[in-house]
């Protein structure tokens, strides 16, 4: 069983930035990835920024060039920088934690989200 704690999740003005964490814990020996989706009011979940476990990095296309996500394998915890925040990022965040426990199975975990709200 995969624990994530994630964190950083608030209230920003439009034009601001917020930092998410996520930190995972449990049964993570094997992760392949990590990485952040989100969902606002009505709209679909949808891939914020996601990292793997050779470093690969993808981007959802609404965030490019203002998301950066980053990682401290150490302690098994993936970061999400936002900056130049919109109206249109309001959303809850959801942390994923993809772990490969053997071969070609691959097992998925989410956080219970975090709220982050732009907003004048």
């Known amino acids: 069983q995969v624990q994530i704690v994630e964190s950083g999740g608030g209230l920003v003005q439009p034009g601001g930035s917020l930092r998410l964490s996520c930190a995972a814990s449990?049964?993570?020996?094997?992760?392949?990835?990590m990485g952040w989706y989100r969902q606002a009011p009505g709209e679909q979940r949808e891939l914020v920024a996601r990292?793997?476990?050779?470093?690969?990095?993808m981007y959802g296309d609404s965030v490019k060039g203002r998301f950066t996500i980053s990682r401290d394998i150490a302690k098994n915890t993936v970061y999400l920088q936002m900056n130049s925040l919109k109206s249109e990022d309001t959303a809850v965040y959801y942390c994923?934690?993809?772990?490969?426990?053997?071969?070609?199975?691959?097992?998925?975990?989410w956080g219970q989200g975090t709220q982050v709200t732009v907003s004048s």
């Open positions: 449990g049964s993570i020996f094997s992760i392949y990835s």
């Open positions: 994923n934690v993809v772990t490969s426990p053997k071969y070609s199975e691959y097992r998925t975990s």
């Open positions: 990292i793997t476990s050779g470093g690969s990095i």
